[in-house]
């Protein structure tokens, strides 16, 4: 399952959808396709804060405010947690990075959707 947590200026996303064979997962190429159209954004506009790419794991913060941009991944992803529930799990709560992991969450690391 593909874990989503959004903040005002933070995307964080962890886990593979399963719904596919890697390679071929198009809940995960969607999920991922999102998240790399806001990288591609803040990286136009020089506004990335922090960013972290790996498989399984991607997480980026802008540096300032894009309430545009992160309102369409927050929608998008939205539609793809309700159309496919058991593979995509959004939460959006505002939280703060603290030592490595997120609080609030689990911090767990694994999967991917920058994978697929």
Same mark, same amino acid.
């Given at each position: 399952?593909?874990?989503?947590?959004?903040?005002?200026?933070?995307?964080?996303?962890?886990?593979?959808?399963?719904?596919?064979?890697?390679?071929?997962?198009?809940?995960?190429?969607?999920?991922? =396709?999102?998240? #790399?159209?806001?990288?591609?954004?803040?990286? /136009?506009? +020089?506004?990335? *804060?922090?960013?972290?790419?790996?498989? !399984?794991?991607?997480?980026?913060?802008?540096?300032?405010?894009?309430?545009?941009?992160?309102?369409?991944?927050?929608?998008?992803?939205?539609?793809? =947690?309700?159309? #496919?529930?058991?593979?995509?799990?959004?939460? /959006?709560? +505002?939280?703060? *990075?603290?030592?490595?992991?997120?609080? !609030?969450?689990?911090?767990?690391?694994?999967?991917?959707?920058?994978?697929?």
């Amino acid at each position: 399952m593909i874990r989503v947590r959004m903040g005002p200026d933070r995307l964080r996303i962890l886990g593979h959808a399963g719904y596919g064979r890697r390679g071929e997962d198009i809940v995960c190429a969607a999920v991922s =396709a999102l998240a #790399y159209a806001l990288i591609g954004v803040l990286q /136009e506009q +020089e506004k990335i *804060r922090e960013l972290t790419v790996r498989p !399984g794991y991607i997480e980026v913060a802008a540096a300032g405010s894009f309430p545009g941009a992160m309102e369409l991944v927050r929608c998008g992803i939205g539609q793809l =947690a309700h159309q #496919y529930p058991q593979y995509v799990m959004m939460e /959006e709560k +505002e939280y703060e *990075r603290t030592a490595g992991t997120l609080a !609030g969450g689990d911090g767990a690391g694994g999967g991917g959707a920058a994978g697929g």
